[in-house]
C-alpha cells in the first residue's frame, strides 16, 4: 500500500512552546490530508482537512490560531501545535489518499502517529 | 444517533475460533467502507475495503456489506493471538475525510 511518513513519532516539550508535526506522501501526491487526535482508549477525531495550497479546514471545537496547519506541496502538511499545555498532549495522526484517486473509493493511508506529551 | 456505531467489545474469542466484528452506519449515501485494526500505540492499518453488496475476502479476512440494512462486518477466521488489536470500522459519507466509529476491541484467547 501506500506510504505515509510522520515525523517525529515522539515528542516532549515544555507548556507554551511550540510543536511541529510533518507529515508526508512518499510515492503519491496529496492534495487532501486529514489530521486527527486520539486520546486514550478512546477513536479517532477528527480535527481538520488541510488543503494543498488553501486554507485548511477544521472540525467544529478545534482552534485554528492554536493548531495550525500548512499544506505548501502535495505531498507535505505540517501541523504546529501552539503554545502547548498538559491538555494538548495527545496521539496525532495524519493520513492521506491518493489524488489520482476517486474520493469515493480510495481508502486513507496513516502515518505512524505523534505521540506528544506537554510536561 | 452516531453516524458510524460500533460494539465497543472487549469481545474475547479463543484462538482458531472465527471472530465476528459489526458496525452499522447512518448515512444510506455512503460509498465505501474500511476496516482499520489498531495495535495499543499505533496507527491505523488498512485491513479490508469493500464498496458493494455482498462479501469480500482476503486471506483470513471477509468483509460484508449490506447496503439495504447500513450494515458492514468483517469476520476473522482461525484467529490468532496477534490479532487482538482494535478494529475500526471507517465510512465514507461524502465528505473527503473518513468517518470512523469507536472500534471494538478484540482479545483472541491463546
Known amino acids: 500500500g501506500a506510504v505515509v511518513s510522520q515525523h517525529p513519532s515522539r515528542v516532549i516539550c515544555k507548556s507554551g512552546t511550540s510543536v511541529k508535526i510533518e507529515c508526508r506522501s512518499l510515492?503519491?501526491?496529496?492534495?487532501?490530508m486529514f489530521w486527527y487526535r486520539q486520546f486514550p482508549k478512546q477513536s479517532l477525531m477528527l480535527m481538520a482537512t488541510s488543503n494543498e495550497g488553501s486554507k485548511a479546514t477544521y472540525e467544529q471545537g478545534v482552534e485554528k490560531d492554536k493548531f495550525l496547519i500548512n499544506h505548501a506541496s502535495l505531498t507535505l502538511s505540517t501541523l504546529t501545535v501552539t503554545s502547548a499545555h498538559p491538555e494538548d498532549s495527545s496521539f496525532y495522526i495524519c493520513?492521506?489518499?491518493?489524488?489520482?484517486?476517486?474520493?469515493?473509493?480510495?481508502?486513507?493511508?496513516f502515518g505512524q502517529g505523534t505521540r506528544l506529551t506537554v510536561v | 444517533q452516531k453516524e458510524v456505531e460500533q460494539n465497543s467489545g472487549p469481545l474475547s474469542v479463543p484462538e482458531g475460533a472465527i471472530a465476528s466484528l459489526n458496525c452499522t452506519y447512518s448515512d444510506r449515501v455512503s460509498q465505501s467502507f474500511f476496516w482499520y485494526r489498531q495495535y495499543s500505540g499505533k496507527s491505523p492499518e488498512l485491513i479490508m475495503s469493500i464498496y458493494s453488496n455482498g462479501d469480500k475476502e482476503d486471506g483470513r479476512f471477509t468483509a460484508q456489506l449490506n447496503k439495504a440494512s447500513q450494515y458492514v462486518s468483517l469476520l476473522i477466521r482461525d484467529s490468532q493471538p496477534s490479532d487482538s488489536a482494535t478494529y475500526l470500522c471507517a465510512v465514507n459519507t461524502g465528505r473527503r475525510a473518513l468517518t470512523f466509529g469507536s472500534g471494538t476491541r478484540l482479545q483472541v484467547q491463546p
Open positions: 493520513s492521506a489518499r491518493d489524488s489520482g484517486g476517486g474520493i469515493g473509493i480510495t481508502e486513507a493511508f
Open positions: 510515492d503519491f501526491q496529496a492534495t487532501t
